[in-house]
């Protein structure tokens, strides 16, 4: 059915509708008799435009009523007007309906367009293919807000080892800085399922309460975003290594936990060694030390730490290794809580008084430095019994009593150092039941004394001998030569006398000989000479006389691989100086153990003829007798 159909059923009004009727069957408009066949190609082309004819229509049948109701001309005009317009635009195409000006206005704007795009896409052709930007990942959420998603799971699992939510929430606290450091802070950004947060968490606390450390260059101090492990002063090792070296003993530490029940997550790779010398600036020791109760080594050597041992180190059950020297700490009594303690240093200190009794059950030490200190008592009361004892450092204490036999007992010993204490008596004969000792040294302890026991000599690995400022006599033991190794030996100022043995010639790697301050007579052994490692060597103030042998000169030859820089005689010793002997000297009256005097050249043969003169007075005044 046609357009003019449509109108024909549409309105009323006569004129109206013959209008239309008219405009639709015009002879002369063959557009719209292509539209008249419903079912031409022409009808389906221009479905588009028909939707907007019918709207039109519409309107213009409403206009139509409303003109009809009126009756007056001014409809009938305004309905003629509007159908002039129709055939106006009916018969133009969108060329002629668009204004010319806008239209080349628009086609210069599009112009300008294409030029703007297709000139720099050239340049950048030119050079290197266009590449076009990658397309921004979309915004990932704020770390702040991951990592807050996940403050309180990490609070749940560290609140039972760090006193509890109280503690653990209060913002004046090393554990709740510990605990926003490890959300926020650390680098490593650890989850709550992490089997290192327990021990990182304690380190950290410990760092809080000890800290700020000042940062070592080339060290990776507490706090790197690297695992704890590989931080200064930790050292670590895998459990199942630890396992091992303890044979099975780490498997009931960790499943028991602190003596308290608390137990911590044990990670993969467990802290063994703990040093931090100079660390501890507030001289505190913080309590989760003892949440580290794996823990084996732990120095904590020139701090501040006062008073008595803190009571979380004695929660360290387990350790092997302690070292607490130069602190100024007075009570160690219950020191025998570290029943597998193998290496204890207590070193410059402020103890007094006694060795507690509880040292009794440190059966399995090995080293002990107890030196610079004022214990008093008799320490070997405590421990003779200490078998595997290696070093053993007393000096510089107020130890009484006297070396028991049972040091021979002791025959892991390859260090011991008691001097500058009140021991008396002798040196036990037992001492060469101990073959691996290789330093021993007595000094400055003038109750000590006798015969310097011969068994010295069946020490084949004794390298260290110092026995000066006692009261030791008789003669320098010949079996002494035998001690290969010996390098350095010191019998200064003690009551010693008769001749050099010349059997210390083989002595071949002698470096230091003190025998100065002593009674010795007769003439320097041209057997000396042999030792060629000599650096030093000293006969001062003894009644050694006689002519230095000229072997012995020889090793102040500069051309030697070893050079004797100081060779110091008695002045009634004939020797060179400086070619030979660096100097000579002569003891001062009610100076007769240490007061050294070097007298001028000059005055040498004056005084050295007087004293000859003196002698042969005496020597003829004894014929005479006779």
Not at 129 to 142: H, Q
Not at 307 to 331: D, R, V
Not at 442 to 468: Q, R, V
Not at 538 to 552: A, S
Request: net charge negative; proline share 6%; charged share 25%.
């Amino acid at each position: 059915m046609g357009y003019g159909a449509r109108g024909n059923n549409d309105g009323d009004g006569g004129r109206g509708n013959a209008r239309v009727v008219a405009v639709n069957n015009g002879a002369g408009d063959d557009r719209y008799s292509r539209k008249a066949g419903a079912e031409g190609v022409g009808a389906r082309q221009m479905s588009d435009f028909d939707d907007t004819k019918d709207k039109n229509s519409a309107l213009r049948k409403k206009i139509f009523m409303d003109g009809g109701a009126g009756g007056g001309a001014g409809g009938d005009d305004r309905l003629r007007k509007i159908a002039t317009a129709d055939e106006e635009l009916e018969g133009r195409s969108l060329m002629d309906l668009v204004d010319r000006g806008t239209l080349m206005v628009g086609c210069c704007l599009i112009l300008i367009v294409v030029i703007a795009v297709t000139i720099p896409v050239a340049l950048i052709s030119e050079d290197e293919p266009y590449v076009a930007p990658p397309v921004p990942d979309p915004p990932s959420a704020s770390p702040t807000m991951a990592r807050q998603q996940v403050y309180w799971d990490i609070f749940d699992r560290v609140q039972r080892i760090a006193g509890g939510p109280d503690v653990l929430g209060d913002p004046n606290t090393a554990q709740n800085r510990a605990l926003n450091w490890i959300v926020f802070e650390d680098g490593m950004e650890l989850g709550p399922g992490k089997d290192h947060l327990h021990q990182r968490f304690v380190l950290m606390v410990i760092y809080f309460i000890s800290g700020p450390w000042t940062p070592v260059e080339g060290r990776l101090e507490w706090g790197s975003p690297v695992h704890e492990c590989e931080w200064e002063g930790i050292t670590c090792k895998d459990v199942e290594e630890l396992e091992a070296e303890l044979e099975g003993k780490i498997s009931e530490l960790l499943e028991s936990g602190r003596e308290d029940g608390v137990k911590i997550d044990v990670p993969q790779r467990i802290i063994n060694r703990l040093e931090l010398r100079q660390r501890l600036v507030s001289g505190e020791v913080p309590g989760e030390f003892s949440l580290l109760y794996y823990l084996q080594h732990l120095d904590l050597e020139n701090n501040q730490l006062v008073g008595a041992l803190p009571s979380p180190l004695y929660k360290l059950f387990n350790l092997q290794t302690l070292f607490l020297e130069q602190n100024q700490l007075t009570n160690i009594d219950a020191v025998g809580e570290y029943r597998y303690l193998e290496h204890l240093s207590v070193s410059k200190n402020a103890f007094q008084g006694p060795l507690p009794e509880s040292f009794k059950q440190l059966k399995y030490l090995k080293t002990l430095y107890l030196h610079t200190n004022a214990f008093t008592g008799q320490v070997f009361d405590i421990l003779k019994d200490f078998k595997k004892l290696e070093l053993l450092d007393l000096a510089f204490n107020k130890f009484e009593g006297t070396l028991p036999a049972e040091l021979g007992e002791m025959s892991n010993l390859t260090s011991v150092f008691l001097g500058h204490n009140e021991f008396r008596g002798t040196i036990p004969a037992e001492i060469g039941r101990c073959p691996n000792l290789k330093e021993f040294q007595i000094d400055a302890s003038h109750k000590i004394g006798g015969p310097i026991p011969t068994e010295f000599g069946k020490l084949p690995n004794l390298e260290f001998l110092k026995l000066d400022t006692c009261a030791f006599n008789g003669t320098l033991p010949p079996e002494l030569a035998e001690c290969q190794k010996l390098y350095f030996l010191d019998v200064n100022s003690n009551d010693l006398g008769g001749r050099i043995p010349t059997e210390f010639g083989k002595l071949g790697n002698m470096r230091t000989l003190g025998l100065a301050n002593n009674d010795f007579i007769g003439g320097i052994p041209a057997e000396l000479s042999q030792m060629a490692q000599l650096e030093k060597a000293y006969f001062q103030n003894t009644d050694l006389d006689g002519v230095m042998p000229q072997e012995i000169c020889n090793l102040r030859d500069r051309g030697n691989q070893t050079v004797l820089e100081e060779l110091i005689v008695p002045c009634d010793v004939e020797c060179e100086i400086p070619t030979c002997c660096t100097r000579c000297s002569e003891m001062q009256p009610g100076n007769e153990r240490g007061g050294i005097t070097t007298i001028a050249l000059p005055l040498l043969h004056i005084l050295k003829g007087m004293k000859t003169i003196h002698r042969r007075r005496a020597a003829a005044e004894g014929k005479r007798q006779r």
